[in-house]
C-alpha cells in the first residue's frame, strides 16, 4: 500500500481547457506548484491520475514524477495511479 508523509504535498484537479491545450500551460502550472510547494517546505510533491488519461501521466513522468504504490483513497480505485517527484532540488 502507498503512503503520503507529513512533508508530503498533493497536487490536485490540474487541467487546462481543450483549445488551449499545446501551448505548455500545464508545464507551467506545475512549475509553479513545485516551486511554491519547496518554498512552503515540503519535500515531495504527490498526485493521481487514471492510466487512461495517457496525455497525464505522459506530461508528469516527462516532469520527472515517478509511479509510485496507490495510496488511499485511490488504492481502491480501478485505473488509478499515482506518482511522486523528491522536490528536493526544486529552487
Not at 28 to 57: C, F, N, P, S
Not at 60 to 82: E, F, H, M, Q, S
Request: aromatic content about 10%.
Amino acid at each position: 500500500m502507498g503512503t503520503r508523509k507529513e512533508d508530503d504535498v498533493e497536487i490536485k484537479r490540474v487541467w487546462v481547457e481543450p483549445d488551449f491545450r499545446g501551448n505548455h500551460i500545464a508545464t507551467e502550472m506545475m512549475h509553479y506548484l513545485e516551486i511554491k510547494a519547496r518554498e512552503l517546505g515540503y519535500q515531495r510533491a504527490v498526485l493521481q491520475t487514471r492510466e487512461i488519461m495517457e496525455d497525464a501521466v505522459k506530461l508528469y513522468t516527462g516532469l520527472g514524477y515517478c509511479k509510485i504504490a496507490n495510496y488511499p483513497p485511490y488504492d481502491k480505485l480501478d485505473g488509478a495511479v499515482c506518482l511522486a517527484k523528491n522536490l528536493s532540488f526544486i529552487s
